[in-house]
């Protein structure tokens, strides 16, 4: 037992490959892992074998993906009956050796509401929580297991319609007793195809860390991924000091996460901010350029470095030569736009809403650039 726990701190230690796509560009010293915390195979509910799942993360140069089998549903136990609930993160672990892939071991603890359903990633052996009669576990013995293992808990899909009729994510007093124990860290805010505004006030009331997650049943591109609906699974980064499973596992606990969701970007107004500084540039011509016949507008670039399109509102003072307040930057590609700044300037500060930039129930982000003008 000893040995395990060490060679198990030796690789929560070691670094992993990065996946072959960078999504968005990250300040010096942070690594934003993109990650996949919620999937299913033909070890619960699933209708994919757990090899497919990791190359489908391969495919979609995911750097982290955890599947999290029901603990208490195995549509298919007939057929796949496995006593051993470790197999589907074994045959997956297995599997990836050597790729730029991180396969996590998790589990769903999968009970009505309330609780809810929950997932523990980070978890070491998911056949601890079920009792001497191969029973599950009940919710607060399971909950206390996954926290004796040092796993992080987040609660799943809790505006989903099959438990919440109303579709609104709502706290009920167990949920504040595992809050107030620390046994809950963080709140899917994304599930799927959906995303609750109410989730994500509860998250920033309650200090949760916010997680995005495609909660896949069957295969990636059946449900993501169409290309005529340019989606993709929506994903959590975390904001990890290094590529190591001990700094990210850390940056999830302290919350250090964004969500990329069809076009939206979801997050803490500090995180969102980190996100925007270094993804949305604004270079400056000056007021010599041959574009009109005047010395006295200024030309700008503004640049998007990210995957996710930027749709921005000016609201500053200025108005602009050919357009009105509003831009869209596709991905990676830049706009140019002229500057009537009625005076010649050497620097100037130009504050934007980023309209698809979400960090608070009906808030976007607002940043401000400065520019120095050549
Ligand atoms: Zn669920
Ligand atoms: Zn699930």
């Not at 200090?207 to 909660?215: A, C, E, K, P, Q």
């Not at 979801?266 to 949305?280: Q, S």
């Amino acid at each position: 037992m000893k040995k395990l726990k060490y060679i198990l701190i030796l690789f929560s230690i070691i670094n992993y490959a990065q996946g072959v796509k960078t999504f968005f560009e990250s300040p010096e010293g942070k690594h934003f892992i993109s990650a996949d915390l919620h999937i299913h195979t033909v070890f619960s509910d699933g209708s994919v074998w757990p090899t497919i799942r990791v190359d489908e993360a391969l495919k979609d140069s995911i750097d982290m993906i955890s599947l999290t089998e029901h603990l208490e549903y195995q549509s298919h136990l007939r057929d796949i009956p496995h006593p051993d609930r470790n197999r589907s993160f074994q045959i997956a672990g297995g599997y990836v050796k050597n790729q730029p892939l991180a396969v996590v071991h998790g589990t769903e603890i999968t009970k009505g509401m309330p609780p809810g359903h929950f997932n523990a990633i980070f978890i070491n052996d998911a056949n601890k929580f079920f009792d001497n009669e191969k029973k599950p576990l009940d919710f607060n013995k399971a909950i206390k297991e996954a926290n004796k293992q040092g796993a992080f808990v987040f609660w799943n899909h809790p505006h989903w319609e099959s438990q919440r009729r109303d579709g609104i994510a709502r706290l009920d007093p167990v949920h504040n007793e595992i809050i107030n124990k620390n046994y809950l860290h963080g709140i899917e805010v994304v599930n799927m195809s959906t995303f609750s505004e109410e989730a994500l006030q509860i998250a920033l009331e309650n200090d949760l860390t916010i997680m995005g997650t495609s909660d896949v049943h069957v295969l990636i591109d059946w449900d993501f991924n169409n290309e005529k609906e340019s989606y993709h699974r929506p994903l959590t980064f975390i904001i990890s000091e290094n590529r190591t499973l001990k700094s990210t596992s850390d940056a999830l606990f302290n919350g250090d996460t964004f969500i990329w969701f069809h076009d939206l970007i979801i997050g803490k107004e500090e995180n969102l901010k980190m996100v925007a500084h270094e993804n949305f540039s604004i270079k400056s011509h000056g007021y010599d350029f041959k574009d009109y016949n005047s010395k006295q507008i200024l030309k700008l670039e503004l640049i998007n470095s990210s995957v996710v399109p930027l749709k921005l509102r000016y609201t500053g003072e200025y108005n602009f030569h050919t357009e009105f307040n509003f831009f869209e930057i596709k991905p990676r590609s830049k706009i140019e736009v002229y500057l009537k700044t009625i005076k010649i300037l050497d620097n100037l500060e130009l504050p934007f809403e980023i309209l698809n930039y979400v960090i608070a129930p009906k808030t976007n982000l607002s940043i401000t650039k400065n520019i120095s003008i050549k």
